[in-house]
């Protein structure tokens, strides 16, 4: 026998042999022998529904596979005594037929699974039938109390199983109300925590609903009459639950804890909890039922102690005190679990179990009590362990642990298996395993073996084992790799080694990148109609597939004909084209490869126009109001911001809606202020931010009564349109101001600073003229406006003036002074204001320009004006704008509203010289080394011209050269320059001058030579007429030289004229080096639009410019070539070549014919 220090021994050396074991259950392959264990069962307290079957499970697996047998109230149950029970086939689950008596099966049932190498058990299931009997018939008394005094009106209803739901409902199948003051209890009862006149009642019926079998059962209802008191006293707080001031409660760990306090009194008391000690665990704590119930789920140990409720109200208040003890049934907290042993290896079960109190440990085996199982020398039984010795094979068995106490208990199965085997792998094999990159990858490798085999893993089949660092290796097997990277890619090799074998598997990993939506959708507010883009873009590994899919609020978003074919997808978007509200909501986009996935969402918000309100009502009327009501339609996305109501009235402008007022659009009921004798309809317009709804449909019309005018028409003046009257006008009332019938205006008016009676009448227009009046007087004017009602109040008195005449008297002495080029300052002596006949207006200055002082030059003289406003003694102006170097007129007169007086004395003044305007024009023409320039005089010297300054630069992109300048004299208006290269290009300024200084600038820049000059003649020589008057000249050319042969045979002599030779086509004349010359044709050719005489000179059309050249009649082409200079020295030189030998050239042949 082993002593108990042996034994204590033992269980140290077992404690550090098996700490690996006890981190995961084992799982013993089913194809192994092995004990049974249950895998399924009905609850410990299983309650049932008698119409049905019942069924209690118990299912179990094992190698053999396990029969079964159960126990009733603790004696073996035959089962197949009782025709209504069955066992299913390779289960122990029962199964009773609901005919005959449910109650007869009530009971409790214990389920024994055993084959060869021992017995498991299931829990105690005490099976019960549901029950919901009916309510005991009474007769209830109606209940009769004073107002203000407190009532319960209890509900008892019968016992079920389980216990009735409670709820009270009145006759008409309605929930009583229940506020601070009446409330239902936890025990379903109703109290009234004061009674008042209103809670008087026929139908307060307690109703109880039961769950299993879905029946409600309804109490006889209370009748409830109540004494009113014309005062009802108020008093204190008292608890109407729970009685006293101090209770006790016990709860279960882990349940739910309800207190609750109803209070009494007047006015109705308010309830307040406190803990003891400390504060309520607030997030644990709920407070229901308008405080009276205080729940806290899932009890702990910290959650006993005392806690107080407190009732108050302005009369005082009271205090009631709950003592809870937490106690708590058996709770785990070590279960034993199965134990696979190798003959002679050494073992432990433990169990360990905790609660309030203490619970106690049993050890079973096989479904037996350890103590009366037979003795077995390889275990001892020490309190919650059972520790095991060299154990044998034949010496397996399922454990019990039972952990009991008042109020519960726990039981668990454990089964010793001994065996003896080499390592196996329970996965499948060369596993291929593909992970997204710095996740987090786990590779398994099940495996079974005894004794408990070694296992180790290997990268490449390198190295040492993998374990520790970015590697972690689990009990079962499993080895983790903390972030995956493309370098852990590879062949990861899992050995499982014992003393009697090892074995090996293979998992190929692969790293792959993630699948990311890298361009999301964007939340979208449109309006109805548009079309809108969701965009989403994905990156992925380009070895996984990626399926993109859309959906609408978590729905698969179909593409047929739901949306009518407005919707379009690509791979890296969805469009939806003429959104309307339907299609708002919230759109996702999900790329998924068959390892990962990822999604994005946006909304998508349609904004539309509101739609018209609704239901306009009319209220509230009076004299000049009513209240107009109306229901608002939807927004659409978009929320309304205001609200315009109009009207329509049928009198003065029947179909015309006009607008009344504008509201916030959070209104929708309005006071809307009116106008006497109206008779209105209103309709409503919702606004938001997209536009205006549709107006709503009219309301019902309202007619105002009428009233005097309230208004004074406006506008009120007089003025004379003739000397001797004074025409009244004023602004009519609208027709909303008229106020009723019959609207007049009484007008009534009398001369200023005189105690004459008013003068009046009474019209209907809008005008009233008072005639024969003196000229320009002041009248006293004012008006009123009446109807059948009354009148309006008076307008104040306003000035109006009778009709002016011509003025009487011209200014004097009218002259200048301080002339300059532009402006010269004007002086006269003012009119005497009683000559000015009239309100008096300005002093009017005419003046033109007579003349320039420069000879020749025409100019405008139309007659210009100028106003001075001026009361002074000694008035003056200045007149500005003038012309410089110019001869001015200028006479004044006086102007009141309507006429101009006689003229002043005239006055004639010169302008002195100024800066000269502008160049009348500044043009360039460009050949191949000169640039050609040519201008005219400005329209306006301002004086006498004394030159031009010319200044200019080469211009390199935006580089500017230096600045050079020329001056010329004022009758040149030419000039010619060398070109240092034909690429340079030139920026030229040129002012004319005059003694004051330089004027305005023009500017111009040279043509590019290439792209000027060249591709002009590149133009020309490819038109079509070019090319056949070309064809033409060749063919008088072969004409002419054969008349020249036929001459010349004879022997004639021909006259040759000097310099004005008609230019011919172009030939290739040898120099005397022997090279040849050659000419374009566009050097000789006439402009465009020229004609050429008899003589043989060229005629310029009339935009041609002028000729220009040394001793000739040159000219400039249209590309900007200087052909004058050039044709007439060729022709001197021609002539002067041909003295000795005029026979031989063909162009003096041509002059001989002539």
Request: proline share 7%.
């Amino acid at each position: 026998m082993w002593t108990q220090g042996r034994w204590a021994a033992l269980a140290v050396l077992s404690i550090i042999l098996l700490l690996s074991k006890e981190a995961a259950p084992i799982e013993v392959p089913l194809d192994l022998k092995q004990p049974p264990t249950i895998v399924k069962q009905s609850l410990k307290d299983y309650i049932v529904d008698p119409r049905d079957n019942i069924i209690i499970e118990c299912e179990a697996k094992g190698n053999p596979v396990p029969t079964f047998q159960w126990r009733r109230n603790g004696k073996f149950f035959n089962v197949g005594k009782d025709p209504r029970v069955t066992m299913r086939i390779r289960s122990g689950t029962l199964e009773f037929r609901s005919s005959g008596k449910p109650e007869d099966y009530e009971g409790e049932y214990q389920c024994f699974a055993s084959n060869d190498f021992g017995t498991a058990i299931s829990n105690k299931i005490l099976l019960r039938v549901s029950k919901s009997p009916l309510w005991p018939k009474e007769v209830l008394e109606p209940v009769t109390v004073r107002e203000g005094v407190s009532l319960i009106l209890p509900c008892n209803p019968p016992p079920g199983l389980p216990p009735p739901e409670t709820f009270w409902m009145d006759s008409s199948i309605m929930p009583i109300p229940q506020d601070k003051r009446v409330s239902m209890g936890l025990n379903g009862d109703l109290f009234f925590s004061n009674v008042l006149a209103k809670d008087a009642n026929a139908d307060y019926s307690c109703n109880a609903r039961f769950e299993f079998t879905h029946t409600i059962q309804q109490k006889n209802p209370y009748t409830l009459k109540v004494q009113t008191m014309r005062n009802v006293p108020e008093t204190q707080p008292t608890f109407l639950s729970p009685k006293g001031l101090a209770s006790s409660k016990i709860v279960l760990r882990g349940e739910q804890l309800l207190l609750e306090c109803i209070g009494a009194g007047v006015p109705t008391p308010s309830i307040d909890w406190f803990k003891r000690g400390g504060d309520l665990p607030a997030k644990k704590v709920k407070l229901e039922n308008f405080n009276k119930t205080l729940r806290i789920l899932n009890v702990s140990e910290e959650d006993s102690g005392g806690y107080i409720c407190m009732a108050s109200n302005k009369m005082g208040s009271i205090r009631h005190s709950v003592e809870v003890q937490v106690k708590a049934a058996p709770y785990w907290l070590d279960k034993p679990t199965n134990l696979v042993l190798a003959p002679e290896e050494n073992g432990r079960l433990v169990c360990r179990a905790n609660g309030n109190p203490k619970p106690t440990i049993q050890w079973l085996v096989n479904g037996e009590p350890i103590e009366s199982s037979l003795p077995n020398p390889n275990q001892q039984v020490l309190g919650d362990t059972i520790m095991f010795h060299s154990v044998q094979i034949g010496s397996s068995a399922v454990y019990q642990c039972n952990a009991s106490n008042e109020h519960g208990y726990l039981l668990a199965n454990a089964f010793v298996s001994i065996l003896d085997m080499a390592p196996r792998m329970l996965g499948p094999k060369n596993q291929l395993i593909k992970v997204i990159e710095n996740n987090r990858t786990f590779l398994d490798c099940p495996f079974f073996g005894s004794p408990f085999p070694v296992l180790r893993w290997f990268k490449n089949g390198l190295g040492s084992g993998l374990d520790g660092g970015q590697y972690k290796l689990y009990p079962n097997g499993t080895l983790e790799i903390n972030q995956a990277r493309p370098e852990d890619q590879g062949t990861y090799t899992c050995v499982a080694s014992n003393i009697l074998g090892k074995m090996e598997n293979q998992v190929r990993l692969e790293v792959k990148e993630p699948t990311r939506i890298v361009r999301a959708p964007e939340h979208v507010t449109k309006p109805r109609g548009s079309t809108v883009r969701f965009d989403c873009r994905v990156k992925r590994d380009s070895s996984l597939p990626v399926t993109v899919t859309w959906l609408k609020d978590d729905k698969p978003l179909s593409f047929s004909w739901t949306f009518g074919g407005r919707l379009r997808k690509d791979d890296e978007s969805l469009t939806i084209q003429n959104v309307n509200p339907e299609d708002g909501g919230t759109y996702t986009c999900t790329a998924k490869s068959e390892i990962d996935e990822d999604s994005a969402s946006a909304r998508l918000t349609v904004i539309g126009r509101p739609d018209p309100p609704q239901d306009l009502e009319l209220s509230d009327p009076s004299a000049r109001s009513v209240r107009l009501t109306w229901v608002p339609g939807s927004e659409n996305n978009s929320p309304v911001t205001q609200f315009l109501v109009q009207f329509e009235e049928d009198k003065w402008e029947p179909g015309k809606w006009q607008n009344l007022s504008i509201y916030d659009g959070n209104l929708n009921s309005v006071n809307l202020q009116l106008s006497p004798f109206v008779n209105y309809q209103f309709r409503v317009i919702a606004i938001n931010a997209v536009g205006q709804s549709q107006p709503s449909h009219p309301s019902a019309r309202y007619q105002t009564s009428g009233a005097p005018p309230d208004v004074i028409p406006g506008g009120l003046q007089g003025w004379g349109n003739k000397k001797n009257n004074m025409e009244i006008t004023w602004q009519p009332l609208q027709n909303t101001e008229r106020n009723g019938p019959n609207l007049r205006y009484v007008v009534s008016w009398r001369r200023k600073d005189t105690e004459q009676e008013w003068n009046n009448i009474t019209t209907i227009r809008a005008k009233h003229i008072i005639h024969n009046t003196d000229t320009y007087v002041p009248y006293e004017i004012k008006i009123q406006a009446i109807n059948d009602f009354g009148h309006s109040p008076e307008s104040n008195v306003v000035i109006g003036y009778t009709g002016e005449d011509k003025p009487s008297a011209a200014p004097t002495e009218l002259r200048v002074s301080k002339i300059n080029s532009t402006k010269v300052n004007v002086h006269w002596v003012p009119v005497d204001p009683s000559t000015v006949n009239g309100e008096f207006k300005e002093y009017k200055l005419y003046y033109w320009r007579e003349a320039s002082l420069i000879k020749g030059l025409k100019v405008n003289k139309t007659k210009l004006h100028k106003g001075f406003f001026t009361t002074a003694e000694h008035p003056s102006g200045i007149l500005t704008e003038l012309f410089p170097y110019s001869k001015y007129k200028i006479y004044m007169v006086v102007a009141n509203r309507e006429h101009e007086g006689p003229q002043s004395n005239t006055v004639e003044f010169y302008t002195k010289e100024g800066e000269p305007g502008a160049p009348k024009y500044f043009r360039i023409q460009r050949h191949t080394d000169r640039v050609h320039l040519k201008w005219d005089k400005p329209q306006e010297p301002n004086g006498v011209l004394i030159g031009y300054t010319l200044q200019y630069h080469t211009v390199n992109g935006t580089q500017a050269g230096e600045r050079k300048v020329q001056s010329f004299l004022p009758n040149v208006t030419e000039y010619i320059m060398d070109l240092p290269h034909r690429l340079t290009r030139f920026k030229f300024y040129l002012a004319a001058r005059t003694q004051v200084g330089a004027g305005e600038v023009y500017a111009v820049e040279s043509p590019h030579f290439a792209n000027e000059a060249y591709k002009e003649q590149e133009d020309i020589a490819t038109q079509g007429w070019f090319i056949g008057l070309m064809c033409a000249v060749a063919l008088l050319v072969l004409i002419l030289l054969i008349v020249c042969f036929i001459k010349r045979s004879r022997g004639g002599k021909y006259p040759v004229r000097e310099k004005k030779d008609l230019p011919l086509d172009p030939v290739d004349h040898k120099d005397q080096d022997g090279s040849f010359d050659y000419h374009s044709d566009e050097d000789n050719k006439p402009l465009q639009g020229s004609q050429t005489s008899l003589d043989g000179n060229v005629k310029e059309s009339d935009d041609s410019l002028v000729d220009y050249g040394e001793g000739g009649d040159g000219q400039f082409n249209e590309d900007g070539s200087f052909i004058g200079q050039y044709t007439v020295k060729k022709d001197k030189e021609e002539t002067e070549g041909n003295e000795s030998s005029e026979a031989t050239s063909p162009v003096n042949a041509i002059y001989s014919l002539a």
